[in-house]
């Protein structure tokens, strides 16, 4: 079903011009059909010339018809259908097993390890936003494991996308675990199959990007995981 309401999408143009060349043919068909009807004098011929000019106002309407719909697929459904209106941010599916593994840390041994962040503790500075762009759950320094679902808001009265991403502490390489077309406000945001990374330490993010381009400062938190027993 997505890949048909892609098609619809991609193909979008092209279907107005090809219903366009079959209307123009058949609005042609349907004025000589009309021509010949009033000057029809014999009842066969009259009959013939009716049947054709009903043929044509029917292609018509189901022509218009048809375009209406197209415009109405591509409108109002294709939007609502996040398979059907992939975004050019990569999309990743959080419940299978993440195969993205994140570079290898780089520290310096003279630097002194950092405090573990306080439970619950998000710092404006981490660019947090209560009911715009916000982690509630997991909390700043928990420990997780296995599938752990986020929860917080994503949304901005100009809402395009938002996007979950993980780094170690301290590294600048993200890698992004979902993307979201839908606003959320204090709901779930995805599920984060942590099973196949290392324990360890990492930053969760969150970025909420506006419909014109815009990123706004991501909300990130630090959370540890845990090995599955």
Not at 34 to 39: F, I, M, Q, S, V
Not at 127 to 140: D, I, K, R, Y
Request: proline content about 7%; aromatic content about 8%.
């Amino acid at each position: 079903m997505e890949q048909v309401l892609q098609f619809f999408r991609d193909y979008e143009i092209w279907i107005y011009v090809f219903l366009g060349i079959i209307m123009i043919w058949q609005i042609r068909k349907f004025a000589l059909a009309w021509d010949e009807l009033r000057g029809a004098f014999f009842g066969m011929e009259r009959e013939a010339a009716q049947a054709r000019v009903n043929s044509a106002a029917t292609m018509v309407v189901l022509l218009i018809i048809m375009a209406v719909a197209e415009f109405t697929v591509v409108t109002f459904v294709v939007p609502t259908i996040p398979g059907a209106n992939p975004l050019p941010t990569s999309s990743l599916n959080l419940l299978a097993t993440p195969t993205t593994t994140l570079p290898p840390a780089t520290q310096n041994p003279n630097e002194t390890p950092g405090v573990t962040p306080t439970p619950g503790e998000v710092a404006a500075a981490e660019g947090c936003t209560v009911g715009q762009v916000n982690l509630v759950s997991p909390v700043n320094g928990e420990h997780i494991s296995g599938n752990v679902t986020i929860k917080g808001s994503a949304s901005l009265p100009n809402f395009g996308f938002y996007t979950l991403q993980i780094a170690y502490p301290g590294d600048s390489d993200w890698v992004p675990i979902q993307v979201g077309q839908q606003a959320v406000v204090n709901d779930v945001l995805g599920v984060w199959n942590t099973s196949a990374l290392t324990p360890g330490a990492y930053m969760l993010s969150l970025e909420v990007t506006d419909n014109v381009g815009n990123i706004l400062p991501s909300c990130a938190i630090q959370v540890t995981v845990e090995a599955v027993e």
